[in-house]
C-alpha cells in the first residue's frame, strides 16, 4: 500500500493513508519472525512448506504492482483482487513446483 497512491483521494481508505506507520515499521515483525520460521528445526516439518510459502512472495509482489501501474493507483477493491489473484498464482506455482519436484524424483 505504501507503493501506490489511492485511486480515490477523498475515498474510505484516506484513513489509512493519514495513519499508516509507514513501511519499515510495518515490516518489522515480519522481520523478526522470517529467521524463526526458515532456521529453527521444526520437528515432523519438512522443508518444502516454508519453500512453497516464499513461492507467494512472487505473485503477491507482481499482481499489485502490475494492477496499480496499470490503473494508477489502487483502492479496498483493487487490493482486494490482488489478495485473490496472489492466493490462485501462489496454488498454481506451488502445483507446478511440486509436479516438477514429483517428475524429477
Known sequence: ?????????????????LHRAGLAVELRPTLLLLPLLLLLPWPGLERWPVAAGLLGLLPALLVPLALGRRLGGHSGDTYGACVEWSEAWT????????????AAG
Open 91 to 102: 496454488l498454481l506455482l506451488i502445483a507446478g513446483a511440486l509436479r516438477l519436484v514429483s
Open 1 to 17: 500500500m505504501a507503493w501506490f497512491p489511492y485511486l480515490r483521494q477523498g475515498g474510505s481508505a484516506a484513513f489509512h493513508r
